[in-house]
């Protein structure tokens, strides 16, 4: 999956010569946690946080204060406090790249550029509706838990089985290194048969620890 297909396009920007105080409105009135600057053309030159607010003046953010600091606040500009040249991704990076990157760096969010133009912005909250998408859980079905061994052979025995009883895979995840010999398998299926494929799964040999349906434990 890549970031094009989960991202915000066109997101809200600043430019380097607007206020700290702008800066943080648009934050607070679009519900975000960053905001990217650009420049005349879209170029992306940096990214301001909250938190970058919030370190060089707290009461700004936190609301208790409308002294000094908010005067501050108007009389700053952005390109004092951004974070120049920030990390970002392409359009066709993969999700996968994406997420390790905010792992190893602790960043909650990356400008998406194509051609040195800002396109987008992809978040932690992305990746984990990308998440929830990739497991199927907007979709009626039923999720079932089973373990298998790590022979290639039985994952393919499951999949004749399902495809024996014309069971619609809604999602599949694979855990290979649930044990030495073992792999832990999670799928959510569809289909008129389901008794009959719990029954054949069984029989294959497949360990199944939990059955689901629409979230509730059958």
Sequence with gaps: MFVKLWMTKDPVTVKTDQSVAEANLCLQENRIRRIPVVDDTDQLIGIVSREDIFNVMPSVVDGSSAGSQSLFAESTKVSEIMTLSPMCVEPMTSLETVAKRMRKHKVGGMPVVENGLLVGIITESDIFLAFMEILGVNQEGVRI???????????YIILEIL?????SILA???????????????????????????????????QINSIQEEGSAL
Excluded: P, W
């Design 145 to 155: 838990e089973m373990i298998i061994s790590n022979n290639t052979e039985d994952f």
């Design 172 to 206: 599949i995840t694979l855990h290979n290194d649930y044990g030495q010999h073992q792999r832990l398998v999670t799928m959510k299926i569809r289909g008129d048969e389901l008794d009959s494929t719990l029954n054949a799964l069984r029989k294959s040999g497949a």
């Design 163 to 167: 495809k024996r009883y014309r069971i």
